[in-house]
């Protein structure tokens, strides 16, 4: 089973659905044996990308290479279709074929490259035992649990080695506990095939936890590339913070003389001083940073190492949420919410001491 | 084992050899096979100079002014059907709201039976309640007569039996047409009625009428539309009491000597541009905004516990199935068995010559196995076509698909009287000699159940999901590999369905059949009602029975083909 893995270009790619623009104008590149998540809520284009770079959906104009050569390219007038680009893909619905066995639905990509019989059985035991449904084979395929089905599917898009393994969202109808636990096998899988991957969701948690690098998107266009930790803790703008997590946004005005060691410094309305990163971000003299919620650290007594970014507040109201408790607090006229792992003894009326890294305190591009 | 795209860059270009010439091919052709009759038919009307003359040697609008002349049959038309209608919403509101809201007993096998009436058709019923109920013979005023009565205690031959034997037929229809909607509404709209005080009556009132009412509306425009077009009922019953509708009224014109075409013609565009007219509004009532209750979303709908009644919803529901089913296919059996029809049961009264004599006139045998013939040609042909169709209009995105599905869906619009008109005119000038010839039956067939097919395949294909045949794609399954074993085997069951109700449509077609059977090519349909005015009732009743026997034989030699061919087929 071994097959290199592709790289995959994508340029200026626009995608229309009659008069509608679904994908406006989209670059990026994946590398080969890299693992990409197109994320982003519904709508804005991602699974379009993903259909296109399939050869599902042809796009208006643009380009696509796949391992150096074009699939797609409206200047040479070149559209492959989809069944001859030699990639694989795992759709949302499953479209686990019910009128076939389990066995059948896998070996389909085998037989439709006529590989000999003998050659078909090991393979499809093979996958399947990688999904761990090795006993199932003869089973109908319309008998199966949505879990099961899923796992058909993984096994039936990667049995016959393409060189580009597409997921469509292929995690969003099984439930949360399935869900992550198909997270990880996933991911696992996907370091055991040595294979390339796009892979389409609107969860924040999946794209995290199996990705590279991720493309947060929205209406048809990229709003931010980076590795997952640059997107979560990094966001580029008021979009990628809100739809990466919960972010607080603290707005306010530069204050340039205060700026020392790199940082910036901004000076909210109530008069509270906050110094941050600028990641190399522009910034003019009024300036929004954002600040994950789960950065933030109360203390009860005065934390001795902060220098800077120490606020009193008090505790308004608390949510306990299981795996943190959520508090919202009054600070400098405002709402600040925070959110800690640990069930520590604060109450809700208590006087705390806020602070948090000026590195989690991040200047967003407006 | 690698497959990479370069070796496709080659022939990049798609395969697809341009999806416009493939749509303007199959627009064009399916604009032949519809538009060109109705064109003939609308150029018959315009003709003023003599009747006979083709093509016309002038034209004008003299026609359609002198339809004055025929106000009365157009005033029997819209009793008939106004009657019918009001009558048959009522039998499927009645019964659409008693199986699917009550705890009526034999719910689920009632459900089943309410599709019975339309397999019986308005020929059978028309027949049947002929026997039962006409002014002279009918075993009911024979009775009545027995028990002293003077003439005649109820009188089939005018339009309120005519009424009553189309809504018996329409009213499963109808039946069908609610019932779907009361099942479809969220039965949580009613529940909050009731959480936020309301009582039973006015819940009913304000909140389960309005929402049902749009499909009860588009249910009677629906009928209604069915209704002005209908034919073999009006045939039947309303020729011996020389009471014409529009459709029997253009028969006679086409058919009498000498035939006044042109007259014709008009009467079959006026009535056309009417049904269109109701199926424009029928299509606007069922797509508006208001028609909110079908969310597509699986309810399990409240049923209603209504005690003792129970029962005597239990008898409505047994007498619709027995005037509608079980009462006329009796008496067309007992009738079958009898030398001279007679109400009371005589030994020396029963006969198997009926059956002799249909068998062993040569007329009847060639009919019946024309029919078949042609039953089993326009459904085998139809399927195909039509499941091309279905996938090209709902599958390919081909541009133009939405054009292309409103004129195949043309037919439903137009009575198959009226088409078959048009499509004689159509064909008698076609170069290729096909008018009377079984080819022309055979292509009229094709065309008048292009929406029956349409609906029924498409129906199927519309619950593929499109990733199914995508996954396939994405296999590298090519084009032909993926219709032959995904798109396929995934469809047979909508295509032997399908299969199964062209093959029965065909072979008991009427409206269409009775103006283009020629001398060398007639089928049973027209052949029964040939045999209804000139032959004997009984003898006319086995000959009925005998199409009724001969397509169940057919029916069951496909079944068990289909059987073994799909466990040969399956794993």
């Avoid at chain 1, 059948?104 to 761990?132: H, I, M, S, W």
């Avoid at chain 2, 139809?382 to 499941?387: A, E, F, H, V």
Wanted: some cysteine; proline content about 5%.
């Amino acid at each position: 089973m071994s097959v290199s893995p592709a790289s995959i270009e994508v340029r200026d790619l626009v995608v229309r659905y009659g008069t509608v623009a679904a994908v406006r104008g989209v670059t990026f590149t994946v590398g080969a044996g890299e693992h990409l998540t197109l994320l982003g809520p519904s709508g804005c284009g991602k699974t379009t990308t993903l259909r296109a770079i399939a050869g599902l959906e042809r796009p208006a104009s643009g380009e696509i290479r796949i391992g150096g050569s074009p699939v797609f390219s409206s200047s040479a007038n070149v559209n492959i279709p989809a069944e001859r680009r030699g990639l694989s893909m795992v759709f949302q619905s499953y479209a686990i074929w019910p009128h076939m066995s389990v066995f059948d639905n896998v070996a389909y990509g085998l037989r439709v490259r006529k590989r000999p019989e003998a050659e078909v059985t090991t393979r499809v035991r093979e996958a399947l035992d990688l999904v761990q449904l090795g006993d199932l084979g003869a089973r109908s395929a319309s008998k199966l649990s949505g879990g099961q089905q899923q796992r058909v599917a993984l096994a039936r898009a990667f049995v016959f080695s393409p060189s580009v393994l597409l997921f469509d969202e292929p995690l969003s109808n099984l439930d949360a506990k399935l869900r992550a636990e198909m997270r990880v096998e996933l991911k696992e899988l996907q370091r055991r095939l040595n294979i390339t991957s796009v892979y389409v969701t609107h969860d924040l948690e999946e794209a995290l936890a199996i990705s590279d690098r991720i493309i947060v998107m929205r209406d048809g266009v990229i709003e931010q590339v980076g590795t997952p930790g640059e997107i979560y803790d990094r966001p580029r703008n008021t979009f990628v913070a809100d739809f990466v997590g919960s972010a607080n946004l603290i707005r306010g005005r530069r204050r340039p003389d205060l700026e020392r060691d790199g940082l910036v410094v901004l000076e909210t309305a109530a008069g509270a001083l906050v110094h941050g990163t600028a990641a190399g971000r522009p910034a003019g003299a009024e300036a929004l940073m954002a600040v994950r919620t789960v950065r933030l650290r109360l203390d009860l007594a005065r934390p001795a190492a902060a220098s800077v970014n120490l606020w009193s507040a008090r505790i308004r109201q608390r949510v306990f949420q299981g795996d943190f408790t959520q508090y919202h607090l009054d600070w400098e006229g405002r709402t600040l919410i925070v959110r800690l792992a640990a069930a520590e003894p604060l109450a809700e009326g208590d006087e705390v001491y806020v602070s948090v890294d000026p590195r989690y305190c991040v200047l967003l591009e407006e | 084992m690698s497959t990479t795209p370069s070796e496709g860059s080659a022939r990049a270009r798609s395969w697809w050899p341009g999806p416009r010439l493939v749509s303007l091919l199959v627009g064009g052709g399916a604009a032949i096979l519809v538009l060109y009759p109705i064109a003939y038919l609308i150029q018959a009307s315009l003709s003023v100079g003599d009747p006979q003359a083709r093509p016309p040697e002038a034209y004008g609008l003299d026609n359609f002014t002198g339809l004055g002349r025929y106000a009365h049959i157009l005033g029997n038309t819209l009793q008939v059907a106004a009657v019918a209608t009001v009558l048959a919403v009522m039998v499927g509101f009645v019964m659409g709201w008693i199986l699917s809201r009550t705890n009526v007993p034999g719910r689920a096998a009632f459900e089943q039976l309410m599709a019975l009436p339309y397999y019986v058709t308005p020929l059978m019923g028309a027949l049947a309640w002929a026997i039962i109920a006409s002014p002279s013979s009918g075993y009911v005023n024979q009775l009545w007569r027995v028990l002293g009565g003077e003439g005649h205690l109820i009188d089939i031959n005018s339009s309120w039996g005519i009424a009553w034997v189309m809504a018996l037929f329409e009213g499963s229809v109808a039946f069908v047409m609610i019932g779907a909607v009361m099942k479809s509404m969220d039965p949580s709209m009613e529940e909050a009625s009731q959480v936020l005080g309301a009582g039973r009556m006015r819940t009913m009132l304000r909140i389960t009428l309005p929402l049902v009412l749009p499909g009860v509306l588009g249910a009677a425009v629906y009928v209604f539309a069915e209704m002005l077009g209908s034919f073999s009922a009006a045939l039947v019953l309303g020729l011996p009491a020389r009471f014409y509708v529009v459709t029997t009224a253009m028969y006679q014109l086409v058919s009498q000597y000498p035939p006044r075409f042109p007259t014709a013609a008009a009467m079959g565009v006026s009535l056309f541009a009417v049904m269109f007219a109701m199926v424009w509004i029928y299509r606007r009532i069922i797509s508006s905004g208001t028609y909110v209750t079908i969310t597509g979303k699986a309810f399990r709908p409240r049923v209603m516990d209504v005690g003792a009644l129970r029962w005597p919803f239990f008898a409505i529901c047994l007498a619709y199935l027995v005037v509608a089913v079980i009462l006329p296919v009796l008496t067309i059996v007992y009738a079958s068995f009898q030398h001279l029809g007679a109400v009371a049961p005589r030994w020396s009264n029963f006969t198997l010559a009926n059956y002799a004599t249909a068998l062993s006139l040569d007329a009847v045998r060639s009919a019946l196995w024309n029919s078949l013939l042609l039953g089993f040609a326009t459904a085998s042909i139809g399927i195909l076509l039509m499941g091309f169709l279905s996938w090209l209009i709902y599958r390919s995105r081909l541009p133009g698909a939405g054009a292309i599905e409103y004129i195949l869906m043309f037919p439903q619009a137009v009575p198959r009287l009226v088409f078959a008109f048009g499509m004689m005119w159509a064909w008698l000038v076609f170069p290729i000699p096909i008018y009377g010839t079984l080819w022309l039956l055979l292509i009229a067939y094709l065309t008048v159940f292009l929406p029956l097919g349409l609906r029924t395949i498409s129906g199927v294909i519309l619950q593929i999901d499109r990733s199914l045949e995508e996954s396939a794609q994405m296999c590298g399954a090519t084009w032909g590999y993926r219709l032959r074993t995904v798109t396929m085997p995934l469809l047979k069951p909508g295509l032997v369905a399908a299969w199964l109700l062209l093959f029965i449509a065909s072979v008991r077609e009427l409206g269409a059949s009775i103006l283009l059977i020629g001398p060398k090519s007639k089928v049973i349909t027209p052949a029964i009602v040939e045999a209804w005015f000139s032959t004997s009732t009984e003898l006319t009743a086995a000959m009925a029975l005998l199409q009724t026997l001969a397509v169940a034989i057919a029916l069951a030699i496909m079944f068990a083909v289909a059987r073994r061919a799909v466990q040969a087929g399956g794993e």
